[in-house]
Nanobody, 128 residues
Framework: VQLVESGGDSVQPGNSLTLSCVIS????????IGWFRQAPGKEREGVSC????????RYVDSVKGRFTISSDSAKNTVYLHMNSLTPDDTAVYSC??????????????????????WGRGTQVTISS
């Protein structure tokens, strides 16, 4: 399984960014994708996740109402749309996959220990 993130940038507070996670290397349709971030000196934090079988999504409280996770199955890509960005959102953002992940497994997870495959990350910097 390979995951490649893109879309990171340096923008001013209040702006928006969309991160992409292109997924390849597996053929099953049932998987979970998580977006995580790690700021300097801080632990990695689960931001959002998506479950392919029922399109279930979850968000950490600090991004609810600002971030949206979505999927384009034709492009094998999961997106993280980020609005109203603040300096606290500055971090390296990584996507991770759990394959397979079936409906009966319950909701997707925001814990990094539940994911087996990781991308290398993309830098997001929010600064005036």
């Amino acid at each position: 399984v390979q995951l490649v993130e893109s879309g990171g940038d340096s923008v001013q507070p209040g702006n928006s960014l969309t991160l992409s996670c292109v997924i390849s290397g597996f053929s099953v349709n049932y998987y979970a994708i998580g977006w995580f971030r790690q700021a300097p000196g801080k632990e990695r934090e689960g931001v959002s996740c998506f479950k392919s079988e029922d399109s279930d999504t979850r968000y950490v409280d600090s991004v609810k109402g600002r971030f949206t996770i979505s999927s384009d199955s034709a492009k094998n890509t999961v997106y993280l749309h980020m609005n109203s960005l603040t300096p606290d959102d500055t971090a390296v953002y990584s996507c991770a996959a759990k394959v397979p992940f079936f409906r009966e497994y319950g909701p997707c997870s925001l814990s990094s220990k539940d994911y087996d495959n990781w991308g290398r990350g993309t830098q997001v910097t929010i600064s005036s």
